[in-house]
T-cell receptor, first 113, second 113 residues
């Protein structure tokens, strides 16, 4: 199994600012993902983080708003840029090795005022 | 139409009850199916995979009907600790993201003493 840590675990931010969330996996994984989960809602995939190249974004998400880095097989960052209250959510990092089980980090709770 | 549809509940059952959750998916080419469990304010964790022949893990039984594109989870002899949100998850290749997971909204279960 993979153990995933995220930081910060939570933050309260002012609108117009940016926050970078870090995700660390305890083993090398082929695939890393970033999800968003709003209260009472399902998980929505933001993007697949690709090592050494640009992330693959899902419909409705763009690189300017959610820049993602993945410099190696165990680490990724997601930045929420120019935040607005609508960005308040839980952001979850996820990782999978090939076709094996997909694991999730504990999430980052973001509140934008 | 959403990729994965679930009855959100909530289901409120007494200890010892049997409860069943259902889920439908829209992509007939989906390859893999799972039930994840998400406790309040926690990340999703894999409960069990779902196989075509049906599978059982203790008090939990999962079944898949590919013809009807229908997945079910049966919990027998409910325990207080079963209280959580149960997420129906389908793995499909669609667009540029290979093998991505699609999540249902989740079905909330509360087991009371």
């Amino acid at each position: 199994s993979a153990v995933i840590s995220q930081k910060p675990s939570r933050d309260i931010c002012q609108r117009g600012t940016s926050l970078t969330i870090q995700c660390q996996v305890d083993s090398q994984v082929t695939m890393m993902f970033w999800y968003r989960q709003q209260p009472g809602q399902s998980l929505t995939l933001i993007a697949t983080a690709n090592q050494g190249s640009e992330a693959t974004y899902e419909s409705g998400f763009v690189i300017d708003k959610f820049p993602i880095s993945r410099p190696n097989l165990t680490f990724s960052t997601l930045t929420v840029s120019n935040m607005s209250p609508e960005d308040s959510s839980i952001y979850l990092c996820s990782a999978r090795q090939g076709s094996e089980t997909q694991y999730f980090g504990p999430g980052t709770r973001l509140l934008v005022l | 139409r959403k990729e994965v549809e679930q009855d959100p509940g909530p289901f409120n059952v007494p200890e010892g009850a049997t409860v069943a959750f259902n889920c439908t998916y829209s992509n007939s080419a989906s390859q893999s199916f799972f039930w994840y469990r998400q406790d309040c304010r926690k990340e999703p964790k894999l409960l069990m995979s779902v196989y075509s022949s049906g599978n059982e893990d203790g008090r939990f039984t999962a079944q898949l009907n590919r013809a009807s594109q229908y997945i079910s989870l049966l919990i027998r002899d409910s325990k207080l600790s079963d209280s959580a949100t149960y997420l129906c998850v389908v793995n499909s290749d669609r667009g540029s993201t290979l093998g991505r997971l699609y999540f249902g909204r989740g079905t909330q279960l509360t087991v009371w003493p």
